[in-house]
């Protein structure tokens, strides 16, 4: 099957802007995602799609391919779907850019099983940590036994009968998309409504009664959705 990794990076960012150029130990973020996703799948097979050109120029410079999108684009999945439009993949690894722990061996995970499976919807979750749970910016997941996606959260779910959070896991920003759930996703008018209310673009998905299998990874990563979390992952990341 046809596929490749697609980072979708935008500039205007509600809650941090211009987040993907954000210096980590010396390189913009946007970096640290594609360079994590070359050494999975080859550059080859790795591109970036983005609506602004400060993006584009410093990704090129650093031998990036990039696809330009609209500024229209409501999450980093309809600009993953428009950018479809132009390359026509059979699937599409979707890493967020701000991601820039993403661990190389969970994106080729994903990716091999998309190539034998391509018409599914994944996404990869860990277990939580304590200080977590309480992050609005960290979703959490609610799995079945059989790890299909039942509900994603910012809030602890789920809850006991005490209303006492009992987050165990939360997301990973690696999914895998077939090329029909992407037409699907981006032909909807706008968000849905789950999708609106908690701001997690997965749950048009269930919004839309399309099953999501969620593939369990070992925890470590961060993403940065506020200037809090790059605290955090600037820690982690050390000087390396």
Do not use: W
């Amino acid at each position: 099957m046809n596929g490749a990794v697609i980072i979708p990076a935008r500039f205007e960012s509600s809650r941090f802007p211009g987040k993907p150029l954000i210096d980590i130990h010396g390189k913009p973020m946007i970096r640290h995602v594609y360079e994590k996703c070359v050494q999975a799948v080859g550059r080859q097979n790795t591109i970036i799609a983005t609506d602004d050109n400060k993006i584009k120029e410093i990704s090129n410079s650093f031998g990036a391919k990039v696809v330009m999108t609209s500024s229209d684009c409501l999450t980093g999945t309809d600009r993953i779907a428009e950018a479809n439009k132009i390359l026509g993949l059979d699937f599409v690894i979707n890493v967020q850019g701000d991601e820039p722990m993403t661990k190389p061996d969970d994106v080729k995970m994903v990716y091999r099983f998309m190539e034998n499976n391509s018409e599914n919807v994944l996404n990869c979750f860990c277990k939580i940590k304590k200080d977590e749970v309480v992050m609005a910016s960290v979703p959490k997941v609610v799995v079945s036994e059989t790890n299909k996606l039942i509900y994603m959260s910012r809030s602890g779910v789920p809850f006991n009968k005490n209303l006492k959070p009992q987050a165990n896991y939360k997301q990973v920003c690696i999914y895998g998309f077939s090329k029909k759930h992407l037409e699907l996703f981006s032909s909807n008018p706008g968000k849905t409504m789950n999708e609106k209310y908690e701001d997690l673009e997965i749950l048009r998905f269930l919004d839309l009664d399309i099953p999501v299998q969620m593939f369990e990874v070992e925890p470590g990563g961060i993403a940065v959705d506020t200037p809090e979390d790059l605290e955090r992952v600037l820690v982690a990341m050390g000087s390396n």
